[in-house]
């Protein structure tokens, strides 16, 4: 399983931009790039997932390079409430389990 | 639709009780998954039940865990005896196929064994 690099903190102000970079220089030609939220006292979320180029829903941008070495996922106009834990998974869909593999994530803290 | 429901929130034993865990997972979905943060580490899979049946028990840290799930329903994870290496937060999730963004998460439950 390809091994995933994110920073440890991020801070930002209310109404910003936030960019978080994953590296996950080891994926696989049939893994997918898999991001969820987690707020404090609660399980982890699903927010968005994407193979390459660029993924848009409500909540967040995913842009991933041609290479697919690495990806970033883009919270537009941030707000208090975005701040949370963020992970970056990365996985192929065709495993009989599809067991999540977490790492230590990315603690995105907004402040007023 | 009722997310996944996980009960109790907090439990507090002492070292060598037993405390068991219940899971309720989203009506219809199949697959029901048990994970948990153990203090200053990262979230790890435990084990993967598909319908009643175990699909994949690796992640379990040894045989004092046991988890059950009953008629493909809710499930049970059992901690006999607890330790104090145990505590921390465990989670539920279920999805209804096994794929990576079809995961639900409960909120867990933190267990502190003291």
């Known amino acids: 399983l390809a091994k995933t690099t994110q920073p440890i903190s991020m801070d930002s102000y209310e109404g910003q931009e936030v960019n978080i970079t994953c590296s996950h220089n080891?994926?696989?030609?049939?893994?997918?790039i898999t991001w969820y939220q987690q707020f404090p006292s609660q399980g982890p979320r699903f927010i968005i997932q994407g193979y390459k180029t660029k993924v848009t829903n409500e909540v967040a941008s995913l842009f991933i390079p041609a290479d697919r070495k690495s990806s970033t996922l883009s919270l537009p106009r941030v707000s208090l409430s975005d701040t949370a834990v963020y992970y970056c998974l990365v996985g192929d869909e065709s495993g009989a389990t599809n067991k999540l593999i977490f790492g230590t994530g990315t603690l995105l803290a907004v402040q007023p | 639709e009722a997310g996944v429901t996980q009960f109790p929130s907090h439990s507090v034993i002492e070292k060598g009780q037993t405390v068991t865990l219940r899971c309720d997972p989203i009506s219809g979905h199949d697959n029901l998954y048990w994970y948990r943060r153990v203090m200053g580490k990262e979230i790890k899979f435990l084990l993967h039940f598909v319908k009643e049946s175990k699909q994949d028990e690796s992640g379990m840290p040894n045989n004092r865990f046991l988890a059950e799930r009953t008629g493909g329903t809710y499930s049970t994870l059992k901690v006999q005896p607890a330790e104090l290496e145990d505590s921390g937060v465990y989670f539920c999730a279920s999805s209804q196929e096994r794929i990576r963004r079809g995961y639900t998460f409960g909120s867990g439950t933190r267990l502190t064994v003291v």
């Open positions: 080891n994926i696989a030609t049939n893994d997918y």
